[in-house]
């Protein structure tokens, strides 16, 4: 597919540039007003807001709860809560920060936004398919939300069957809401592929495809081969408790283990859901903030694609101690360590864009430093848990639980938050306060380091997760952990009254503050309500900081609208001076 | 090296210890030192290349071959140690040798029952013999649970369909926790056994007499004795405090309303069906989780159990 | 504030965000492709399912398909390919530009559709009447195997997939019916017919997997 610009093909174009209107009357968050309007929008930046707004309120409950969690953990006995209440609180903490915050938070919110802008789109392919995802999505919340309001869910967020075919509670309001939040997670993927491959204005070939969207393109790839599989175990599960089918619940005949397989093989890559579009994100921040070509492109592109494929076959580690064979863990512990390497891979190559640029120590680019730092750990006691003796001994306690928090928190979330800084002028014309979000930046790290590096100590000690009490060794560390998950609840506590202040009040963002090559800072923040109001001609990458910023402001092309962005573009140079 | 490994490890009991310990200082202090690097790259870059003006320009750096290779291949050679090494530990932890001393293991919610080639069973203590492999064969007996001993390094889900196992050789006499690790409800963070190293002939002496000296006890003192040993008082309470399950105090002689709605008067016959059919008839307001003792306690053990409840009024 | 492009007059069907018809085309083509593999994706789940109990218990599936009757599941499969060749002649009238053409197959289509639902119905009332019900109320002792009530699970979750994916698929053929009277379609906008077909093949497709594996053991 890809082509390169000395294509002998090459068509001579008439381009005419223009700048982009700076702080516009008319954007896409004040052209249509009201309620309904909003509500029916098929807008994929008002949809990237509406998720924005959904997955803000489910990541605050999931912080209250792993806040009631923590507190409860301060004394090894019972200190406020009962037992059974604790199992609930942690079953829901993971299967709402999983599945309502992480898996939908930078496809469903930034790559919303992002995707179309990226690729010169005036919208997704599917723009009303979009609406269905985000409405399949509130859907499936409210069941979760019907589950804990009747009766509650206490089989961690695994559901492992036999106890969740048997536990009382409704199990089956939860799974099925999962079950319904599936098809929202695979409208998306499908939206999204269809998207990159047929949408991208001319002159976007796949070599000049920002990382963010090679990210986003394997994030999808995974949910739409994924997901359908966790539907399927999912409806299992709901048909096990309904029906008493005896696939999974040896009681009846079913296999235990089998659910295990059904799970990971849908809930390992979802793990990838979760981090891959983080790596295009902070592909991105880098190298807008070191000004400087990236490092290794297709490294970077095909590594993701790399994660994505491996990423599919490694569910197997989760069951080193479930009793499969000795051959199948073996095979499993490899390839998980060959995921290892792409990931690496990217490491450094960020590192090298980072190696004589010019860095500019914003917000954006300090979490995407935080992010390198934590990320780094997470993936080095990933090595660690994937070497089969150690995880022997390692196996569902607190070392695990530092691991994934590690991942995802330190890897996701950061990551997301770098995403979100670093669009938010583009979201809502508004800056935040760089000093408080420096502030908030560097408490939320200390405050993560406190609360997941006791973990480690704990989990290697033979602290196993999910407990409510726990033997009088561990206080300490308990209660350290706490207070750090309290220093992170600062954290967030400034950082919303910044960015709500920011929203209010904030001084008004020019159409590219930080400078960057990339399209969608070309047009105006923010956006008008069809992005482009021509179909725009590109004619450098997105990463190509050796050329002056003028060539970058948008082309259109005068008699030209062909779609095919296999066709390679040159601009003569009187025309590049018209700007 | 050594306060580190205390202070990242629990104590290296078993023979196989020592060396999955070398590989997790192995992985820990390969990955302090690559990280140390890249935090100094990041820190150092960003110190270095700060931005000093706006019109600063950038070298064009695509890619560099060399460079990328050696960081693909340099990790890719770890990575194989790492596994290579976690392989060969691994199958000497699931090969049991064949002359191994073997016990059998049930999970029940929430206790774990040994069974003993004398036909003695103990409810949360297991004991073994030093400096000899000890074979344990497990299975559970309704959801799934996990055979964890952190001082050993062996952990094993216990399934109710089929049979696992752990092996290990235990190198000092002493005590060592034992923990479930696979969540399997309420009273999961309970479920908590001990192991009992002893010399070998500690061991045979303590199988010969176990059990034997509780024929000659009050059956008061020995209902007592069996409510701690058979882990009943991890759920059911004798001070009023409601666990899982009622509490036995001022439970003998009460008149408790059951699930269909029946009225039942809590008398030997209910205590006994209670004991060995624990599901049969479940008080208003629980679940039905007890698993039965039916084959772990013997009559006169339950007679003795009755006769310490009659006690708690 | 759809803007029309300088050069080209809008059509009706063509949404403002996409350049031409032919993007429009090609995009609506290549998302129901993407939905299809997530489908395969989805029955993949229940065949593994099967494969693995059909490992575990050989005998089960010998003696449990005897109780399926091979004579109506291949009027089925029969009454399905059919279907499809009904359908992928509506999307020729469609090309053709013969609307009354394309509403007649795709009244044949959805009338044989319907006939499959039918026949599916007195197979599942047959069983239910002799106590073949799906897991925990099943009450049929004709089969000597404690794990018989596994069988017929699978079959149930598979066959009722597979039966919902029917009704949605005539729901979507009595749209486009709809559709067509009010003379949406012509030889230059059929895409909603062309993907339904494609729909309509896969669902054909896995029941082409379903009947040997369900009726055909021996």
Known sequence: ?579 | MNRLSEFMLPPAKSTLAAETDALFHFINVTSIILLAGITFAIIYFSWKYRRRSEDDVTPVITHNNKLEITWSVIPLILVMIVFGWGFTGYLNLTTAPDDSYEIRVVGKSWLWEFHYETGHVSVNELHVPVNRPVKLIMSSDDVLHSFYIPDFRVKMDVLPNRYTSVWFEAIETGESIIYCAEYCGNAHSNMLATTYVHSVEDFETWLETAGSADDDMDPVELGEQLVTRNACDTCHSTDGTRLQGPSFQGLWGSEREMQDGEIVTVDENYVRESILEPNARITAGYDPVMPSYSGTLSDRQIDAIIEYLKTLQ | MSQPSATEERLEHLKHYFIDSDQQFEASKMGMWVFLVTEILFFGGLFLAYIVYRAWYPELYLLASEELHTFWGAVNTVVLIGSSLTVAMAIRSAQLNQIKGLIINLWITIGLACVFMVIKYFEYAEKFGKGILPGGYYTYEGIEHEQANIFFSIYYMMTGLHGIHVLVGIGLMLWLVYKAKKKVFHSGYYTPVEITGLYWHLVDIIWIFLFPLLYLID
């Open chain 1, 1 to 579: 597919m890809a082509t390169n610009e000395e294509n002998s093909n090459t068509k001579k174009l008439q381009v005419r540039r223009f700048k982009p209107e700076e702080n516009p009357e008319k954007h896409y968050l004040n052209e249509e007003k009201g309620i309904w309007a909003w509500m029916t929008t098929v807008d994929h930046k008002k949809i990237g807001l509406l998720y924005l707004g959904s997955i803000t309120f489910f990541f605050f409950v999931g912080g209250v709860l792993a806040l009631l969690l923590r507190t409860e953990l301060l004394t090894p006995a019972q200190s406020f809560i009962d037992a059974d209440t604790y199992n609930q609180v942690f079953t829901l903490h993971g299967a709402i920060m999983i599945f309502f915050f992480l898996i939908p938070s930078v496809p469903a919110v930034l790559g919303n936004f992002v995707l179309p802008l990226q690729l010169g789109a005036k919208d997704v392919a599917f723009p009303r398919l979009n609406l269905a995802s985000y409405y399949i999505y509130v859907i499936g919340a409210a069941f979760t939300l019907f589950a804990i309001f009747t009766g509650g869910v206490d089989t961690g967020w695994t559901f492992y069957t036999p106890y969740s075919a048997t536990t009382s509670g409704n199990v089956m309001a939860m799974t099925f809401g999962v079950f319904i939040l599936g098809f929202s997670s695979i409208l998306t993927g499908l939206n999204f592929i269809v998207t990159i491959h047929k949408m991208r204005a001319p002159g976007i070939t796949w070599n000049k495809l920002p990382l963010n969207l090679w990210g986003l393109y394997a994030t999808s790839l995974i949910q739409i081969l994924a997901t359908p599989v966790l539907a399927i175990t999912l409806l299992l599960l709901t048909m096990e408790r309904l029906l008493q089918i005896g696939i999974f619940d040896p009681a009846l005949g079913g296999d235990p283990v089998l659910y295990q397989h059904f799970f990971w093989f849908y809930s390992h890559p979802a793990v990838y859901i979760m981090i891959v579009p983080g790596f295009g994100i902070i592909s991105e921040v880098i190298s807008t903030f070191s000004r400087k070509v990236i490092f290794g492109y297709w490294a970077i592109a095909l590594s993701s694609l790399a994660i994505a494929f491996i990423g599919f076959l490694v569910w197997g580690h989760h069951m080193f101690t479930a009793g499969q064979s000795s051959l199948a863990n073996m095979v499993f512990s490899f390839l998980t360590f060959l995921v290892g390497i792409p990931t690496g891979i990217k490491i450094f190559n960020w590192l090298a864009t980072m190696y004589r640029g010019s860095i500019d120590m914003k917000t954006p680019m300090l979490y995407a430093q935080v992010f390198l730092f934590l990320f780094t750990i997470g993936g080095f006691t990933g090595i660690m848990l994937g070497a089969l003796s150690v995880d022997i001994h390692l196996h569902d306690t607190y070392y695990v639980v530092a691991h994934f928090h590690y991942v995802m928190m330190g890897g996701m979330v950061m990551a997301f938050l770098a995403g979100l800084h670093y669009w938010w002028p583009k979201m809502f014309g508004k800056m935040y306060s760089e000093f408080w979000a420096k502030i908030s930046c560097a408490i939320l790290f200390v405050g993560f380091n406190m609360t997941f590096l006791p973990q480690f100590v704990m989990g290697a000690q033979g602290m196993p997760r999910r407990y409510f009490n726990y033997i009088d060794q561990f206080q300490s560390f308990h209660q350290f952990s706490t207070i750090g998950a309290y220093v992170m609840g600062v954290a967030f506590v400034i950082m919303a009254i910044y960015l709500v202040h920011s929203l209010l009040k904030g001084k008004r963002a020019s159409s590219n503050p930080w400078g960057s090559r990339a399209l969608e800072w070309q047009i105006s923040s923010p956006p008008s309500l069809h992005n482009f109001h021509h179909v725009p001609v590109i004619v450098n990458g997105p990463y190509d900081y050796h050329k002056p910023m003028s060539e970058f402001q948008l082309g259109i092309a005068a008699s030209h609208n062909g779609h095919h962005a296999e066709e390679a573009v040159s601009v003569s140079q009187s025309e590049k001076e018209q700007a």
